[in-house]
Nanobody, 124 residues
Framework: QVQLVESGGGSEQAGGSLRLSCAAS????????LAWFRQHPGQEREGVAA???????SYADSVKGRFTISLDNAKTTLYLQMNSLKPEDTAMYYC??????????????????WGQGTQVTVSS
């Protein structure tokens, strides 16, 4: 059973940085896609960044050059380093995992496994 637990959210001022972590276990797949999504109040969940077992990464245009997705060598923790934060980055952030390689930037409908989310608030 895949388990995902996010941490690292919080409040930060615009221009600051945060690093989100997602402790991942149980995804014993040869091919996998791991991703970060975010959801603004009243809106659909949107893809932020993704990484797959081939090492391919993809990012939403809104975060390119500011956010970096990575996986530790033990493949147990997924990270999202967020720099140059903007107020529009305020959202609930979720990590997700599923079998198979990622699409260019996956949609939430492709993932069966989700964490509980961590809130990020960026003030101007």
């Amino acid at each position: 059973q895949v388990q995902l637990v996010e941490s690292g959210g919080g409040s930060e001022q615009a221009g600051g940085s945060l690093r989100l972590s997602c402790a991942a276990s149980g995804y014993n797949y040869d091919y996998y896609c791991l991703a970060w999504f975010r959801q603004h109040p009243g809106q659909e969940r949107e893809g932020v960044a993704a990484l797959d077992s081939n090492g391919s990464t993809s990012y939403a245009d809104s975060v390119k050059g500011r956010f970096t997705i990575s996986l530790d060598n033990a493949k147990t923790t997924l990270y999202l380093q967020m720099n140059s934060l903007k107020p529009e980055d305020t959202a609930m952030y979720y990590c997700a995992a599923d079998v198979g390689l990622c699409r260019s930037l996956p949609t939430p409908y492709e993932f069966a496994n989700w964490g509980q989310g961590t809130q990020v608030t960026v003030s101007s």
